[in-house]
Structures are given as structure tokens and as C-alpha cells.
């Protein structure tokens, strides 16, 4: 399983590099929306490792909340381009 967590690790790197490399603000959100919904993959993760359940919903809210909070922003700045 460490390998497994690990190997999730690696893949969190990928959408870091697209986010630092890219200048355009969607391919940035989209980047990170998948930084956010693998971290929270991760947590939860960790948290059946750990037989903690408590860390567990705390990856559960960073997976419903985080996205939808992220989202809400990409419709803030496309209602700012438009003006």
C-alpha cells in the first residue's frame, strides 16, 4: 500500500508541472482541480492505512467542497472577462 501511496505521489506531480508551465488561467484551474480531487484521493487513502476514519472525512470535504469552491471561482473570472 505505501507503494500505492507513493505511486499517487508521482502522479500529484504531473498537474503541478502543467500549472507552473502553462500561462492560460483555465488550464491553471483545471490543473488544479485535479491536484485537489488527487490529494483528497490520497487522504483517503492514508486514511484506511491508518484505520481513521476521522482524517477520512476530512478528505471527504476537501473532495465535495474543494472542487465546488474551485468551480464557483472559474465562474467569478469568466463573469469578470465578460465586463
Do not use: C
Request: no cysteine; aromatic share 6%; glycine share 4%.
Amino acid at each position: 500500500m505505501n507503494g500505492v501511496l507513493l505511486a499517487m505521489i508521482a502522479a500529484l506531480l504531473i498537474p503541478i508541472y502543467e500549472a507552473w508551465q502553462d500561462e492560460d488561467i483555465w488550464q491553471k484551474m483545471l490543473a488544479f482541480a485535479s491536484i485537489a480531487t488527487k490529494t483528497s484521493t490520497m487522504i483517503l487513502v492514508l486514511s484506511v492505512l491508518r484505520d481513521d476514519w476521522m482524517i477520512g472525512v476530512v478528505g471527504v470535504l476537501i473532495l465535495s467542497v474543494g472542487n465546488a469552491a474551485l468551480m464557483l471561482l472559474a465562474h467569478v473570472l469568466r463573469r469578470v472577462n465578460e465586463l
